[in-house]
C-alpha cells in the first residue's frame, strides 16, 4: 500500500499562492487516484480536487475552480496541488489521499482510503 507525505502549506496573504505536493512512496503510484482533501475548524473534511490514474481527468470543487490546478507525474510518484488567489476560507488542514480504484471513480470521495498527515494551510486578510 502506498504512504503519502505532504510538504508546502504554510501562512499567506490573501491573494497569494501556495503549491502543495504529497510524494508516494511504497505503491505502484500510477494504480491509485489522487485528491486533495482539506477540513477547516468545525467542518466536515472535503474534496477539493482530484486527478484520475493517467492524470487525464479532473475535478474541482466549484468555490475553488479557476484558481486551483492538481496534477500529477507518475514518473516522479507526485501529485500537486497549485493554489492561487487565495482567500481566507481556504484556510484548513489539507490532505493527500489516494483510492486504489477504477479510474471512473476518482470524483467520489468515499473510495479515497491512504491517507497523508496533513500540512496546515492558513490565509489571512
Known amino acids: 500500500q502506498v504512504q503519502l507525505v505532504e510538504s508546502g502549506g504554510g501562512l499567506v496573504q490573501a491573494g497569494g499562492s501556495l503549491r502543495l505536493s504529497c510524494a508516494a512512496s511504497?505503491?505502484?503510484?500510477?494504480?491509485?487516484?489522487m485528491g486533495w482533501f482539506r477540513q477547516a475548524p468545525g467542518k466536515e473534511r472535503e474534496l477539493v480536487a482530484a486527478?484520475?490514474?493517467?492524470?487525464?481527468?479532473?475535478y474541482y470543487l466549484e468555490s475553488v475552480k479557476g484558481r486551483f490546478t492538481i496534477s500529477r507525474d507518475n514518473a516522479e510518484n507526485t501529485v500537486w496541488l497549485q493554489m492561487n488567489s487565495l482567500i481566507p476560507p481556504d484556510t484548513a488542514v489539507y490532505y493527500c489521499?489516494?483510492?486504489?480504484?477504477?479510474?471512473?471513480?476518482?470524483?467520489?470521495?468515499?473510495?479515497?482510503?491512504?491517507w497523508g498527515l496533513g500540512t496546515q494551510v492558513t490565509v489571512s486578510s
Open positions: 511504497g505503491g505502484t503510484f500510477s494504480n491509485y487516484n
Open positions: 489521499a489516494a483510492g486504489n480504484t477504477l479510474s471512473i471513480y476518482y470524483k467520489v470521495a468515499r473510495t479515497y482510503d491512504v
Open positions: 486527478i484520475n490514474r493517467n492524470g487525464i481527468s479532473t
